[in-house]
């Protein structure tokens, strides 16, 4: 909620829509402009397709990789969240290159087999997983910064070496823009950090609080889908008019007010600072990992990289600081492995009250 819970000029622009029909299933030109208006903001997106959720998103690319590359291979990290379809929901596996296990009771073994799970910023496991299945290998799926254990930014070259990979196999590159869409720039990762992707996923932000997914990309591979390509995907709800009436207001008023981008980054500057100075003060050992207005505090002394180094977290003293935060009437995520997002609602005064209580938190932890 990039705007707050309850932004007015989106909460307007959906009771306007319900006024005019809550669902034709079929597309509407609400839809359109959504569509346009994506195109228009994300350079590797060439044609979009709507869904109503992340997972919906992120299920619908694999489909699609697959069937536009003909092979069955994917790869994900450990740690990453792409929603909670079958072939995403895959346990990480102890080391680079082996067939990880599934993460969820009633996901078949079969559909494991098939997703490779590496160690998140692990250049030299993902070339040999490229030497190894090369050929079968139809997609990587990444969270460009990830936000699913704590965030954790990529390395310098992490990224461009999936793309480079990735070019190289004929496989594609799926970013996983759910998260950072719209958040980390108006153009989300692929603008941040200037990248190139076949198909971009997204959710969370582009419905301004309602159920919506999307994604989209290179027109030729778009194409594949169904009804002018053999890859099926529909969905009876997808395009909703209400939905896609708080989509284009979200992104209508992101368009106009772009110096919310380094408003929100001057905001999470201030919070890693000042957190960092507070817990050094007071003894306690932690690391803050953030990219513009994602943020984690980790418990731990070592540098937090992927998935195992967030795992030496101490848990406990994160449950301690979460409750003592509440007490204090600050609601964090409650997960050491969980961001704290900050949105445009965030008053200085909000952000100095967390700074308070933390530095209060900071010397009973
Ligand atoms: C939240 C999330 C998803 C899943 O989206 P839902 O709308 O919850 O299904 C997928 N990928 C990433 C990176 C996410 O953060």
Do not use: W
Not at 151 to 170: A, D, E, H, W
Not at 236 to 242: A, C, D, E, I, R
Request: charged content about 20%; glycine content about 10%; overall charge neutral.
């Amino acid at each position: 909620m990039f705007l707050g819970h309850g932004k007015k000029c989106i909460a307007d622009a959906v009771k306007t829509a319900a006024d005019n029909g809550l669902s034709f299933g079929a597309p509407c030109p609400a839809e359109t402009e959504l569509a346009q208006r994506i195109c228009n903001i994300v350079p590797c997106v060439d044609k979009v397709r709507m869904v109503n959720s992340g997972t919906e998103a992120t299920m619908s690319a694999l489909r699609l990789a697959r069937g536009y590359t003909g092979r069955d291979i994917i790869i994900k990290f450990e740690g990453c969240y792409h929603g909670h379809s079958d072939s995403l929901l895959i346990k990480a596996g102890s080391g680079a290159a082996t067939f990880a296990g599934a993460s969820s009771a009633g996901v078949p073994e079969a559909f494991a087999k098939y997703t490779l799970v590496l160690p998140y910023n692990d250049e030299t496991a993902l070339d040999s997983a490229f030497k190894k299945f090369g050929g079968k290998i139809a997609c990587v799926i990444v969270e460009p910064v990830a936000g699913n254990m704590g965030v954790v930014p990529p390395k310098n070259g992490f990224l461009q070496k999936i793309r480079s990979l990735t070019i190289q196999y004929g496989s594609l590159f799926i970013m996983d823009e759910v998260m950072t869409g719209f958040r980390l720039s108006l153009s989300g990762a692929a603008g941040h950090f200037n990248l190139d992707a076949d198909i971009i996923t997204f959710g969370k932000i582009i419905g301004g609080g309602m159920p919506v997914g999307a994604y989209g990309g290179k027109k030729e591979i778009m194409d594949f889908i169904s009804p002018s390509g053999p890859v099926y995907q529909a969905g009876t709800l997808s395009g909703n008019p209400l939905a896609m009436a708080a989509g284009n207001a979200q992104l209508k008023y992101l368009q106009a007010h772009t110096e919310i981008y380094d408003e929100v980054e001057k905001k999470g500057e201030y919070l890693e600072t000042e957190f960092k100075a507070s817990a050094q003060k007071n003894g306690v050992d932690i690391r803050v990992n953030r990219t513009g207005s994602m943020l984690s505090v980790f418990f731990t002394d070592s540098e937090v990289l992927d998935f195992a180094s967030a795992c030496k977290s101490d848990t406990e003293k994160f449950k301690k600081y979460f409750n003592e935060m509440l007490k204090r009437g600050i609601y964090l995520a409650p997960s050491q492995f969980e961001a704290l997002f900050i949105s445009d609602a965030h008053t200085c005064e909000d952000l100095e009250k967390t700074v308070r209580e933390f530095n209060e938190v900071m010397k009973i932890l």
